[in-house]
């Protein structure tokens, strides 16, 4: 199946600093990658859609200059979080969208990347 | 605006059979998922219905119905493993998944 992988699995970071986030397909070619947020208790919230060669689509109120996606090949796509603050510390993770018969249009979704920033 | 809706959270026993319902109203309809997500985990698909009726999996069904903008996932001999939170995401006309809250499942002995 279809196998989605994120690296790193947890970081913690001082306020200031800038962290990346991978996401990989692992087995397929992805077109298409998706950043979400999650806080706790909360739903997935869409940051962004990434497409392999061109520039990724931000969703309203997400600041593309402060969360920097790059989707440079058909299997890595990557998040990177500039000028940490605290309030960014969140659950971040990414999917692919899969294109097949049984379920058009599926997203398979990466183990997630635990944001702190202290 | 696009809006959907599912139960906060809901409390069955280990056993038993739970439905868990979800409403919707989007700028057109391609399809719905469910997802599975465990608490500080990644969603895990669950089902995807596309037209009206009952989608059986194991333990697991799918119900839609497009006309009421309406599903159901259905759990049933429940497990304490079933303990999570349950995802209702819709395919839009733009071909986007719009996401519910997602209804909290506890399951008790």
């Known amino acids: 199946g279809a196998v989605v992988s994120q690296h790193p699995s947890w970081v913690i970071c001082k306020s200031g600093t800038s962290v990346k986030i991978e996401c990989r397909s692992l087995d397929f070619q992805a077109t298409t990658m998706f950043w979400y947020r999650q806080f706790p208790k909360q739903s997935l919230m869409l940051m962004a859609t990434?497409?392999?060669?061109?520039?990724?689509?931000?969703e309203q109120g997400v600041e593309k200059d402060k969360f920097l996606i790059n989707h440079a090949s058909l299997t890595l796509s990557t998040l990177t979080v500039t000028s940490a603050h605290p309030e960014d510390s969140s659950f971040y993770i990414c999917s692919a969208r899969v294109v097949h018969e049984g379920a058009p249009y599926e997203q398979y979704f990466g183990p997630g990347t635990r944001l702190t920033v202290t | 605006g696009q809006n959907i809706d599912q139960p906060t959270e809901m409390t069955a026993t280990e056993g038993a059979i739970v439905q868990i319902n979800c409403t919707y109203q989007t700028s057109g309809f391609n399809g719905l998922f469910w997802y599975q997500q465990h608490a500080g985990e990644a969603p895990t698909f669950l089902s995807y219905n596309v037209l009206d009726g009952l989608e059986e999996k194991g333990r697991f069904s799918s119900f839609l119905s497009r006309s009421k903008g309406y599903s159901y996932l259905l759990l049933k001999e429940l497990q304490m493993k079933d303990s999570a939170s349950y995802l209702c995401?819709?395919?839009?006309?733009?071909?986007?998944?719009?996401w519910g809250a997602g209804t909290k499942l506890i399951i008790k002995p």
């Open positions: 990434s497409n392999e060669g061109s520039k990724a689509t931000y």
């Open positions: 995401a819709v395919l839009d006309s733009n071909y986007q998944l719009i």
